[in-house]
């Protein structure tokens, strides 16, 4: 594996879009080469190199070159945005887009992120060791088909619209979120172990969702059928188990109607 | 002889009324009297004609003072402030006709703007629920012929469209609702006894922040599964029982205002409601309507949509190609992260509107704003710039909040030497070309240059 370090060493006037930060298009390049990509702040248009020290050498292929961003990404825009595989580590905090439309590969942001992280993801790993605003996980604008593959692990909370029209995938909160998680959701998987204010699940079609500690508000279109135990991320417990979004259409599978479903843990 | 001018349109809200009459004295200066409009409408009409109106741009003195400047030296700012930024937003558009919002999309354009409008802070959150799960709408027309339920959800048309209830939704008699009032069921779901409320057969007194909620239990009721006793503050009672008067309408009309499009979810609640309109539908006949607010605050959708395929937050900085993505492109959030180094307000009061924050941030760099009168974005401007008054004495067309095209007319001539809002953009987009040696493919009063000769230059 090899590896190209990359510092910040100038903050941008507005917000540095740098569609570039990503093993595919490192790959291959010398440090030279890579400084030269170009990065966007609104039209007027840089070089990578202008905003950042780059060192190092990179893989023959994306698979095996790793990035790792030494300082903080507050306003850089689309940090392993459409990577297939390889990884990028920011030792700071990221903007917006991060893995957005990612397909394989590892990320890990060692701060917080903006919205949008993981945008309309088919695969790969997303770690954010702080907290994420919202979006994540979630669908383009307009698009019915959300989040397909992959992980993402937020280890501080969330804000609102998680895991809209999701499915597949994982998404894990380690501590709180705001309000809609995997509305409009097909598919895929959400695990929230902190509380939630409201819109668990609205107009849910299939999928699952976890909380692991208080719905403030619950939806009126979810029905309680009974209590289950569950083995959910190596941790097993007792779930009360509701189905739903009783308002919203299901499909049907050998004469039954397929729910979404949601588990609150037992207390 | 005074002269009458009728079926004359009204430049405010989003009903756009085209049924005034505007009295106009013998030299076709001064209005006399305005019929048929609401209060604010004729008050709109009589202040055109106020004699402390602007007529001269004004810039920002180092003293902090303004000094009248000629079109020409505004115009020559304006081209030069859009193409120093890195980044300029060019926002507004609630008072102006379509011809000036596609002559701000051609400026916008050429200088790599962003592109917003009104609904950025209004109804944006419904195209987004739009983009989502489609618009299953109607025309004005068709609910004064057919509507027998009528739902105004987090509205109040007695305020913000004055007109709107006589002319559409409540009182009108119409082709099968020949009673008027009479024929018409009107519920009311609003936090706030509003006038509207008071007037409605039903009032839902909806928990502030819950309409998501009750949506989804109206949703789970019609497909025949229980809801809990208390829904967002609402009776199950008196949920089931709105529902029932729902599903027996022979025509059932949603209006939708802030209510929904400005409180917790958003996006998400008018798009709860669109699936509801959907789920009558298996029902009766039910349709969803947005109550848009100004008179052509559809009309930068529209032309947008048609000009770069997307009707707001319109990123056009990479010059390649259009991107929209609200939360990032829209106006507050630019603002409020400080993403914006030029900021154009046109034909609206960004100063009044705008979160404080958002104010401060912009007026890091060039504030510019244009708009007939002084409102307090042109007073915190660095340039303020007069234009004629839209549908008072500049004609054009306007989208009323149904998406029908209306031609308003022009009741009186503007003061001499102001431009109209597609005039002065047009002169600035001729401005910038001549700033970057670039041919220009649009000449304002000119016909355009085919698109196929200008491409082979």
Redesign the interface.
């Known amino acids: 594996m090899a590896t190209i370090r990359m510092k910040p060493v100038k903050t941008p006037?507005?917000?540095l879009e740098c569609f570039c930060i990503s093993p595919d298009v490192f790959a291959g390049k010398t440090p030279t080469e890579i400084s030269r990509l170009e990065v966007?702040?609104?039209?007027?248009r840089n070089e990578l190199g202008d905003f950042f020290d780059i060192a190092g050498s990179s893989g023959k292929t994306a698979e095996e070159t790793d990035i790792f961003i030494d300082g903080d990404c507050s306003r850089v825009k689309y940090i392993g945005s459409k990577m297939t595989a390889g990884s990028v580590t920011v030792n700071g905090n990221a903007d917006?887009y991060v893995g957005g439309w990612m397909k394989g590969g590892s990320i890990h942001v060692r701060g917080n992120v903006d919205?949008?992280c993981g945008l309309a993801m088919e695969g790969g790993e997303i770690q954010i060791d702080g907290n994420a605003q919202?979006?994540v996980g979630c669908a383009?604008?307009?698009d019915?088909r959300g989040m397909r593959g992959g992980t993402i692990r937020i280890n501080g909370s969330a804000g609102?619209d998680i895991g809209t029209?999701m499915l597949g995938g994982t998404i894990i909160i380690e501590k709180d979120a705001f309000?809609?998680i995997s509305?409009?959701a097909e598919g895929g998987t959400v695990v929230i172990k902190g509380d939630v204010q409201?819109?668990v699940g609205?107009?849910m079609v299939k999928g699952d969702i976890y909380v692991f500690g208080t719905i403030e508000?619950m939806?009126?279109?979810f029905?309680e059928i009974g209590t289950v135990d569950k083995n959910i991320l190596g941790q097993s417990m007792k779930f009360r188990h509701f189905i739903g979004?009783?308002?919203?259409r299901h499909p049907k599978k050998k004469g039954r109607e397929i729910y979404g479903n949601l588990y609150l843990r037992a207390s | 002889m005074p002269k009458l001018i009728t079926q004359v349109g009204c430049p405010y809200c989003g009903a756009s009324c085209d049924d005034l009459e505007v009295l106009v004295s013998d030299d076709g200066k001064k209005i006399l009297e305005t019929r048929n409009a609401c209060v604010i409408g004729s008050e709109i009409f009589h202040h055109a004609t106020n004699p402390n109106r602007l007529k001269k741009p004004r810039l920002r003195q180092p003293d902090g003072s303004f000094k009248e400047i000629e079109y020409e030296e505004a115009i020559d700012y304006t081209a030069k402030a859009l193409l120093n930024a890195k980044k300029p937003l060019i926002y507004g558009f609630g008072s102006t006709n379509c011809e000036g919002i596609s002559a701000v999309g051609r400026v916008a354009e050429k200088a790599g703007a962003v592109l917003d409008n009104c609904a950025s802070i209004c109804h944006g959150p419904s195209f987004l629920a739009i983009f989502d799960n489609g618009y299953p709408s109607c025309t004005l027309g068709e609910v004064k012929n057919r509507a027998d339920v009528i739902v105004f959800w987090g509205c109040n048309p007695m305020h913000a469209h004055p007109r709107h209830t006589s002319r559409y939704s409540i009182f009108p008699r119409g082709f099968f609702t020949s009673r008027g009032q009479m024929h018409r069921t009107v519920i009311c779901v609003d936090p706030r006894e509003t006038d509207t409320a008071k007037l409605a057969d039903m009032h839902l007194m909806v928990k502030q922040g819950h309409d998501y909620d009750l949506f989804n239990a109206f949703r789970t009721v019609l497909r025949g599964h229980k809801i809990p006793e208390e829904v967002a503050g609402i009776e199950r009672a008196k949920i089931l029982e709105v529902a029932e008067k729902m599903r027996n309408g022979r025509f059932v009309m949603i209006f939708f205002g802030m209510g929904c499009t400005h409180t917790d979810g958003r996006n998400h609640n008018v798009d709860i409601a669109i699936s509801l309109t959907r789920d009558l539908n298996d029902h009766t006949k039910a349709s969803i309507m947005a109550m848009r607010g100004h008179y052509n605050i559809a009309g930068p959708g529209q032309v947008w949509s048609w000009q770069f395929g997307f009707p707001y937050c319109v990123d056009l900085s990479k010059g390649t190609h259009a991107h929209m993505n609200p939360g990032e492109t829209s106006s507050i959030d630019l603002a409020m992260r400080d993403e914006i180094d030029c900021f154009v307000n046109v034909g609206t009061d960004a100063g009044a509107h705008f979160p404080i924050d958002a104010v401060k941030h912009l007026k890091k760099h060039p504030f510019i704003t244009v708009d007939p009168n002084i409102c307090m974005a042109s007073e915190i401007s660095d340039l303020h710039i007069p234009v004629r008054i839209v549908g008072v004495e500049e004609p054009g067309v306007v989208y009323r909040m149904d998406n029908v095209p209306i031609q308003f007319k022009k009741v009186i001539d503007g003061p001499e030497s102001v431009p109209s809002d597609e005039e002065l953009f047009d002169r600035i987009y001729v401005r910038i070309c001549e700033l970057t040696q670039t041919e220009p493919i649009w000449v304002h009063g000119k016909a355009p240059v085919p698109a196929s000769t200008s491409r082979v230059k």
């Open positions: 006037d507005l917000f966007r702040e609104g039209k007027a917006m919205s949008f919202n979006y383009y604008r307009g019915w609102n029209f309000i809609h509305t409009h409201s819109r609205g107009q508000h939806l009126p279109g029905k979004d009783l308002g919203e």
